[in-house]
């Protein structure tokens, strides 16, 4: 057999059999990593012995067999092998009447790649690694990422667990609820990024869809009587049968109401049906996903558009948003209202969600609004919604759809300057200092994206602009209020407009400073796993020594004082407690002089800082507050209802 035909059955049978193999390594050796480099190994052993000896028979179990020697062998000289004996004859006996059957160790995979100690964005990595055997190229082609920013999501998640020691095992009765919530969330985000993807040129990437079905069925598999199981799959089975419907000649989006029926996969919505009648079978009460699958059936069973239930729609989601009061469901609930009971209903449901942080940059609220809003006769606010949601996605198709649904609206509202061309015009003045125009962009541009580019000048109100400072800066500060304040009013003098921050009080006084995170997430963060040393250790000082951030990143090796846990910078002391005093030796790592808190690269030559902010050691400069702002942004979104993340300003005490 030719060599690429050997390396392309390498690569096909891996995928399929991938799970079964690193589960079943996984029990032996208790290390993921070290897991899927025993199933490399085996790979290179297939690539090396299969042209000249031929594929087996079985060349999934050759695989196995190999990667389960490569494991004996490490147990071995691990010097593990009298605590081991009982376990490597039962793993090299295949008749042995107790062996452990390999479906629950990938039940068990499954638990632990989709484990809540993982940020989200680790957990899809590591499923799709392990349990799909995609390469981390595939991976960061599916999601449109970089492949090195997939393999560090990878390493940073088997980190994390090897850290947190988490046990091959089952959860038992009492977190197994809530674990397997975490699976389906995994499996399901997998299903929805290749659904209705969230950027790129393409409405939708089938390899992950298709993905994430394989995993469904084989969880629905493995856990037979789980209703929700049953529920996830049902609902992405006849979600998929829509796929071929769900796009025109050129890629386009084609809405629900619209789609040819008869192109839907009358194969797919039949299992979806089945999963469906398992999952009522099971008798629990419905979950969040039986529910959505409840909704799916209800549109598959209508013959036309006109036939569907939308009472029994509006009523399902009703149902859903007690058990799932998300702000993404409340919306998809107003959508079957103004269906069921007529759009101005809707429309009053969607009007009560624009305070929420939460729906801030989703562009499907201004376009489900646009929609209502075209329904009732609200012809030019509707075409400014379309454009607005049209503004805030970042799938190329999608966007175009939109601007299309925008422009086939036709208005007689007399023309006048928009915000969007206002506030391009205030920003090019030549009179604007850097600063200046660094704080005037970032107001002026959440205005736009909150209110549109397309808004008319002469109809912004107060209480518009009142409602994007109470979304976007409840909780800043008083200066970072009152920055933003003042830019609104500068832009507003500039414009001729009458104030438009009427309905904003200037903040003064300690009363509106930003709230310092409570024990609670401070615990919640300081107790995660697999933090890099120098985030936990820069938390940690700015929590314990309530120094400013920017005073805290111009420390110095050389001016630490590590026994009287103290460091001078200028003329202020910085002092902190025992939890900064056991990070701060292997943070150091010998290093005597230079910053202390480094950046993770080396400069470019053209970028290179000043002596005094670069490392004699490394090379590498001094980490800068926007970094150290981002990564601690990123790090809290978990913690943050908003999910927007916090600023290093409320680790202050």
């Not at 010097?79 to 295949?94: I, N, S, T, V, W």
């Not at 957990?123 to 799709?128: G, I």
Request: charged share 25%; with cysteine.
């Amino acid at each position: 057999m030719p060599v690429t035909d050997v390396h392309r059955t390498v690569d096909a049978v891996f995928k399929l059999e991938s799970a079964k193999i690193l589960a079943t390594l996984t029990r032996m050796v208790r290390d993921v990593a070290l897991a899927e480099e025993l199933a490399q190994d085996a790979l290179v052993a297939a690539l090396e012995q299969w042209p000249t000896s031929g594929v087996p028979d079985n060349p999934g179990a050759w695989l196995l067999a190999i990667a389960k020697r490569r494991a004996v062998d490490h147990i071995r000289r691990s010097q593990r092998l009298e605590r081991k004996q009982e376990q490597l004859a039962h793993e090299l006996d295949p008749a042995g009447a107790d062996r452990e059957p390999e479906q629950d160790d990938v039940l068990r995979l499954m638990f632990i790649s989709c484990h809540p100690l993982l940020p989200t964005q680790e957990r899809l990595a590591l499923t799709l690694r392990l349990l799909g055997g995609l390469t981390a190229g595939e991976i960061a082609r599916a999601f449109l990422t970089g492949e090195q920013t997939i393999t560090q999501r990878i390493a940073a998640a088997k980190r994390t667990l090897a850290d947190a020691q988490v046990p091959f095992e089952l959860p038992p009765g009492a977190e197994l609820a809530e674990r397997l919530a975490s699976v389906l969330e995994v499996i399901y985000l997998i299903f929805n990024e290749g659904y209705a993807a969230t950027s790129g040129d393409d409405l939708m990437r089938p390899g992950l869809t298709l993905e994430a079905l394989r995993l469904g069925r084989l969880l629905a598999e493995l856990a037979p009587r789980e209703a929700e199981v049953h529920g996830l799959v049902a609902l992405m089975e006849i979600q998929q049968s829509r796929a071929a419907a769900r796009t025109g000649p050129s890629g386009e989006p084609v809405p629900l109401h619209e789609q040819n029926r008869g192109r839907w996969d009358q194969l797919l919505i039949h299992r979806g049906f089945t999963a469906m009648l398992r999952a009522r079978e099971i008798g629990a009460a419905p979950g969040p996903y039986v529910l959505q699958a409840a909704i799916a059936v209800s549109h598959a069973q209508a013959a036309s558009a006109e036939d569907t239930d939308w009472v029994q729609i509006a009523a399902l989601y009703e149902a859903l948003a007690r058990l799932l009061p998300t702000p993404v469901v409340q919306l998809n609930r107003a959508v079957a209202v103004a269906h069921a009971h007529g759009p101005q209903q809707g429309l009053d449901l969607v009007d009560s969600l624009t305070s929420d942080p939460a729906l801030q940059d989703y562009h499907r609220l201004p376009g489900v609004r646009a929609d209502l809003l075209f329904r009732l006769g609200r012809s030019a606010e509707a075409r400014r919604e379309f454009e607005r949601a049209a503004q805030l996605t970042r799938n190329v198709a999608e966007r175009a759809f939109l601007h299309r649904r925008a422009q086939e609206i036709t208005t007689t509202d007399a023309q006048g300057p928009t915000l969007g061309q206002a506030a391009q015009d205030f920003l090019t003045r030549d009179d604007l200092t850097p600063s200046s125009l660094r704080s005037y962009t970032q107001t002026l541009r959440r205005l736009c994206r909150s209110l549109g580019e397309r808004q008319p000048l002469h109809a912004l109100t107060p209480q518009q602009v009142a409602q994007v400072f109470a979304t976007t800066w409840t909780d800043a500060a008083a200066t970072t209020w009152n920055r933003h304040r003042s830019a609104v009013r500068s832009f507003c003098a500039w414009a001729g407009l009458d104030d438009l921050t009427a309905d904003l009080e200037r903040r003064t006084g300690p009363g509106h400073a930003t709230r310092p995170l409570s024990p609670t997430q401070l615990d919640a963060l300081f107790s995660r796993t697999g933090l890099p040393l120098r985030e936990r250790t820069l938390w940690r000082l700015l929590h314990e020594s309530g120094a400013g951030v920017t005073t805290v990143l111009s420390l110095n090796v050389e001016h630490l004082d590590l026994e009287d846990r103290r460091a001078r910078t200028g003329s202020t002391w910085v002092s902190w407690r025992s939890g900064t005093a056991r990070l701060l030796p292997a943070l150091l790592s010998g290093r005597t002089r230079g910053p202390l808190f480094l950046a993770d690269r080396r400069p470019a030559p053209a970028r290179m800082p000043a002596a005094a902010d670069l490392c004699p050691d490394t090379g590498r400069r001094r980490l800068s507050y926007e970094r150290a702002e981002y990564l601690f942004k990123q790090a809290t979104k978990p913690l943050d209802a908003a999910a927007n993340g916090y600023t290093l300003s409320r680790l202050k005490p």
